[in-house]
């Protein structure tokens, strides 16, 4: 990697009582990089990228994100920064029409003109034109996320954090997604969790494996599919629970 | 003409006769209880800002109006003007709110104890004024009197002229363009980026904030607006009785006006003017012709309008509506 890295984790922590969610992860990502996370349920991938976007103030640790440290930022002032995240069930205004939902995410930073404009290309971008006055709520499920995938784009982020995207989507829907998700990543940094490996193969070109709040491995796709841990912990998990349904 | 164009017109025509064509067909009498209704529905449409488009529900909207009204009383005991005091029933519920509203929301507080720490500022109003009955709790020359109220408070005057007394009847119009004022003004800022924001916060607070939105200095300004608003109808009220007590703080008014709203429907400024004037003219009616017992009936009314109209008239009316106009374009085509 060439430059200083566009966001850093060093140690960073998150206990909930007695469950630590995130142990001491050391986390780095480039300027302009696709990254993808995976690992089991309760990996703690979804905490990490609370931390990172100031819902959870990490119990121990540092973010640094362009070389200043996010820790302890409001949620707003870190989105102000430029951290847009897609969360794992899509966050709407369920009341309002698809066209107002990206106003609002992109009315923050533009003016009325060229909130209007941005609304009409990202619409477009996410293939949503034809739904524009569709109230939110009434969008079916893979819509949904395409539209949040939709205001992320609109804050006009550095970074886009892209919880579980393709999640409950149709074979179909998975490879749209994924074209949008190429389109989109070009001139941004991004990381993206993910269960679906096809979908992974389709636009990841490093991924990071995450296990009970640690970072297991760090490799290629083939790589990381060939390694002997990374089967066990996740893969071979898997597996397993194939051999027991097979069983009953 | 789209319903939202339309409503507009509707009200703006409303609001004419409500200013030129009531005052020329009601007599005196009836025209200082609508003054006094007036007053009431500037409240309302208070709380309908900060509760039915925040979705800040504040139990003690009456702590600013009562802040209003007092503040307007002891101000022009002291000065014999009324302008000056006039704004400052405004600017010391504003004062209030924000001081509140940074408390509780930067602080984080929940709804439900944001709903019961607005009431206890509301109740600590009515027990410290309450207390305040001896000959030494005066400010200026103006004695809080306790229970018993302020009597003889000076009417609004015009600017400039303290002999000039704009009261009784005299005050009806300045407080009907007033409710239009706040009405139109509130309008305009729903439809501004700050009021977008400001639903988009009441519908999902956390996107709200993920967008970059900063939801705790934005529920702060608007519960400071909501207080604005509400002083100036206690400076209403105060000016228009010549008189304010304690009562203004109790448990009893400060639900009434979540009831006004509950009636007219949340979420809608023409439900709060609606459900306020209605409750408050049953009120009335009842009081005077002695039918049955206002509380009862008012509480009666309350529980069939939570149980059968759960949203609301305005909000009730206006399906009606679209349901009716969807079967006539059906009946046409």
């Given at each position: 990697m060439t430059g200083p890295p566009l966001l850093e984790t060093r140690g960073l922590t998150m206990r909930f009582g007695g469950v630590t969610a995130v142990a001491g992860a050391d986390f780095t990502l480039g300027p302009g990089e696709l990254r993808c996370l995976i690992g089991p349920n309760g990996a703690g991938k979804s905490t990490f990228f609370k931390c990172l976007t100031g819902q959870l103030r990490p119990t121990e640790g540092e973010i640094l994100f362009d070389g200043e440290s996010l820790v302890g930022e409001e949620p707003h002032a870190i989105a102000r920064r430029g951290i847009s995240?897609?969360?794992?069930?899509?966050?709407?205004?369920?009341?309002?029409?698809?066209?107002?939902?990206?106003?609002?995410?992109?009315?923050?930073?533009?003016?009325?003109?060229?909130?209007?404009?941005?609304?009409?290309?990202?619409?477009?971008?996410?293939?949503?034109?034809?739904?524009?006055?569709?109230?939110?709520?009434?969008?079916?499920?893979?819509?949904?996320?395409?539209?949040?995938?939709?205001?992320?784009?609109?804050?006009?982020?550095?970074?886009?954090?892209?919880?579980?995207?393709?999640?409950?989507?149709?074979?179909?829907?998975?490879?749209?997604?994924?074209?949008?998700?190429?389109?989109?990543?070009?001139?941004?940094?991004?990381?993206?969790?993910?269960?679906?490996?096809?979908?992974?193969?389709?636009?990841?070109?490093?991924?990071?494996?995450?296990?009970?709040?640690?970072?297991?491995?760090?490799?290629?796709?083939?790589?990381?599919?060939?390694?002997?841990?990374?089967?066990?912990?996740?893969?071979?998990?898997?597996?397993?629970?194939?051999?027991?349904?097979?069983?009953? | 003409m789209s319903r939202n164009a339309l409503g507009l017109w509707t009200m703006g025509v409303l609001s004419l006769v409500l200013v030129f064509g009531v005052p020329a067909i009601v007599e005196t009498f009836a025209l200082i209880d609508f003054t006094l209704f007036i007053a009431m529905a500037i409240l309302s449409l208070s709380l309908a800002f900060v509760w039915g488009f925040g979705g800040i529900l504040c139990f003690g909207q009456s702590a600013f109006f009562g802040l209003g009204a007092y503040t307007y009383a002891v101000a022009v005991i002291n000065m014999g003007e009324s302008t000056v005091p006039i704004l400052l029933g405004i600017l010391l519920p504003v004062i209030l709110a924000l001081v509140l509203g940074y408390f509780m929301f930067y602080g984080r507080v929940s709804d439900v104890y944001l709903a019961v720490i607005t009431l206890a500022v509301s109740l600590v109003f009515y027990y410290l004024i309450g207390a305040s009955a001896g000959e030494e709790y005066k400010i200026g020359s103006a004695r809080l009197g306790g229970y018993n109220g302020m009597p003889s408070v000076p009417p609004i005057n015009v600017p400039g002229d303290p002999s000039a007394a704009v009261e009784y009847e005299a005050l009806y119009v300045p407080a009907a363009v007033l409710l239009a004022v706040v009405y139109f003004g509130l309008r305009a800022l729903l439809a501004s980026d700050f009021g977008r924001v400001l639903v988009s916060i009441r519908e999902n607070e956390a996107r709200t904030e993920l967008l970059g939105y900063d939801a705790r200095r934005i529920k702060t300004v608007a519960l400071a607006i909501g207080a604005g608003i509400a002083g100036l109808s206690g400076v209403l009220f105060c000016a228009w009785g010549a008189y304010v007590s304690p009562t203004v703080f109790s448990l009893v008014f400060t639900a009434q006006i979540i009831m006004w709203i509950l009636v007219g429907g949340l979420g809608t400024l023409t439900g709060a003017i609606l459900g306020c004037v209605l409750i408050q003219y049953l009120a009335t009616w009842l009081g005077e012709t002695k039918i049955a017992d206002v509380n009862i009936v008012l509480g009666a009314i309350f529980v069939a309008i939570v149980l059968l109209v759960p949203s609301g008239f305005v909000p009730m009316f206006a399906r009606l509506g679209d349901t009716l106009t969807r079967r006539r374009g059906e009946a046409g085509s």
């Open positions: 995240i897609k969360t794992q069930v899509p966050s709407l205004f369920d009341g309002l029409s698809v066209a107002e939902n990206l106003r609002l995410a992109a009315a923050r930073t533009r003016n009325r003109a060229e909130t209007r404009a941005a609304v009409d290309e990202i619409v477009g971008l996410v293939g949503l034109a034809d739904r524009a006055d569709s109230i939110a709520s009434q969008l079916p499920h893979g819509q949904r996320q395409w539209l949040e995938l939709g205001l992320v784009l609109a804050c006009d982020p550095r970074l886009m954090l892209l919880d579980e995207p393709t999640a409950g989507m149709t074979k179909q829907e998975v490879a749209r997604t994924a074209g949008i998700i190429r389109e989109i990543g070009r001139d941004r940094a991004m990381i993206v969790v993910e269960h679906d490996m096809q979908f992974i193969q389709m636009i990841a070109h490093r991924v990071t494996v995450f296990h009970q709040g640690r970072i297991l491995a760090e490799d290629t796709m083939d790589n990381i599919l060939a390694d002997e841990r990374v089967r066990d912990v996740y893969l071979g998990k898997q597996a397993g629970a194939g051999r027991e349904r097979g069983d009953a | -």
